[in-house]
């Protein structure tokens, strides 16, 4: 079946830019999506087909896809930013949708 | 305004069948190709999907839970009832149903507060 990797945690100074990754085989040939996650909320969908932003998500956020890494950066991080973030695809092969294993990004 | 609600029990015993209902208003389920996804949250752990229906009653589910679930819909209540057979306490979670973003096979856009069920003796 299909695993999304993601790293368990990434961290950056406040100001810096934040990358999240995450990865499986040829998932450029997907279209992932990233969700933004705080302590006892919903998610919030941040990225949708790769790299798009719903309405409300800020330009700072933003996504990219190629080969077997998809990447969710986010620029200019600041405080309210510490979230854990989960990215998302839809396999086609098993028709079920898949989540990461998510990140928990530290703002220092 | 789109909104989904979870309801169902907080406690459920092992072994017992755990049935969810989530109430969702600012959109119809019979739109064509419509449709509502259920995704838990162990505590501390990562969002797993779980089941979806489409609004031509079209279901997938988890590969790995398929045997345990069952999903259906209720157009003119507005509901989707998400059912578990046999739970365990490894199934304590927070149950979240979702919308997708547009018709089809979409994001999850819109989401519910969730509702944590734990299963204990």
Redesign the interface.
Known sequence: SYVLTQPPSVSVAPGKTARITCGEDNIGSKTVHWYQQKPGQAPVLVIYYDSDRPSGIPERFSGSNSGNTATLTISRVDAGDEADYYCQVWDTTSDQWVFGGGTKLTVL | QVTLKESGPVLVKPTETLTLTCTVSGFSLSKARMGV?W?RQPPGK????LA?IFSNDEE????SLRSRLSISKDTSKSQVVLTMTNMDPVDTATY?C?RG?MEG?Q???F????TLVTVSS
């Not at chain 2, 997938?60 to 590969?63: A, I, M, P, V, W």
Request: net charge negative.
């Open positions: 996804s995704i990562a969002l797993e999907w979806h997938s589910y988890s590969t979240f979702a973003l096979i994001p999850f856009a989401w519910g507060q969730g």
